[in-house]
T-cell receptor
Framework: SQELEQSPQSLIVQEGKNLTINCTSSKTLYGLYWYKQKYGEGLIFLMMLQKGGEEKSHEKITAKLDEKKQQSSLHITASQPSHAGTYLCGADTAGGATNKLIFGTGTLLAVQP | DGGITQSPKYLFRKEGQNVTLSCEQNLNHDAMYWYRQDPGQGLRLIYYSQIVNDFQKGDIAEGYSVSREKKESFPLTVTSAQKNPTAFYLC???????????????FGEGSRLTVL
């Protein structure tokens, strides 16, 4: 079974609309990472969350980690075509020193002008 | 500029042939990783290495081999024993930040392998 569940799998929004992507685990998340990927390219690091209740923002993207450290959300405000791509959450569920991350299956975002 | 370079970007292989994917980083990172990405399955860890001359199997190591002779390089060989090698392969590296007990992965641009 997938240890990290992402929802929705895909999303189409009108430009200017807000949207939220969720990432859920049955295990404690010692480090939660959000990445963005354009088709056929590598992953671009967006943000990392570590503490329960932590929230970080960069430009119009805000990521939160819940108090139990089992769920994270990525919120985009006033979406733009440049936000289109696949968003993946990655997490360290072992809490050890290897930094082995597991990843969700991704959320494909399309933004219609 | 510092970063991770993967080559080739596209590779075609006949069944029964071994192929080696290159991954080079100039970020001075200790740890390096190979992931495989398939549609609908996200990224799965093949092998990882925390220091030179040492590497560990990930979740799907069967049919793959790696070496870590230099800190900068972590090549991946896809052998003929890999049953379904057609995929997008991503190399990553990280620096360990002991004070934070974690460190983000930096990814290369990927290599797409197609078996004909």
């Amino acid at each position: 079974s997938q240890e990290l569940e992402q929802s929705p799998q895909s999303l189409i929004v009108q430009e200017g609309k807000n949207l939220t992507i969720n990432c859920t685990s049955s295990k404690t998340l010692y480090g939660l990472y959000w990445y963005k990927q354009k088709y056929g390219e590598g992953l671009i690091f967006l943000m990392m969350l570590q503490k329960g209740g932590e929230e970080k923002s960069h430009e119009k993207i805000t990521a939160k980690l819940d108090e139990k450290k089992q769920q994270s959300s990525l919120h985009i405000t006033a979406s733009q075509p440049s936000h289109a791509g696949t968003y993946l959450c990655g997490a360290d569920t072992a809490g050890g020193a290897t930094n082995k991350l597991i990843f969700g299956t991704g959320t494909l975002l399309a933004v219609q002008p | 500029d510092g970063g991770i370079t993967q080559s080739p970007k596209y590779l075609f292989r006949k069944e029964g042939q071994n192929v080696t994917l290159s991954c080079e980083q100039n970020l001075n990172h200790d740890a390096m990783y190979w992931y495989r990405q398939d549609p609908g399955q996200g990224l799965r860890l093949i092998y990882y290495s925390q220091i030179v001359n040492d590497f560990q199997k990930g979740d799907i190591a069967e049919g793959y081999s790696v070496s870590r002779e230099k800190k900068e390089s972590f090549p991946l060989t896809v052998t003929s024993a890999q049953k379904n090698p057609t995929a997008f392969y991503l190399c990553a590296s990280s620096i360990w930040k002991p004070e934070a007990n974690t460190g983000e992965l930096f990814f290369g641009e990927g290599s797409r392998l197609t078996v004909l």
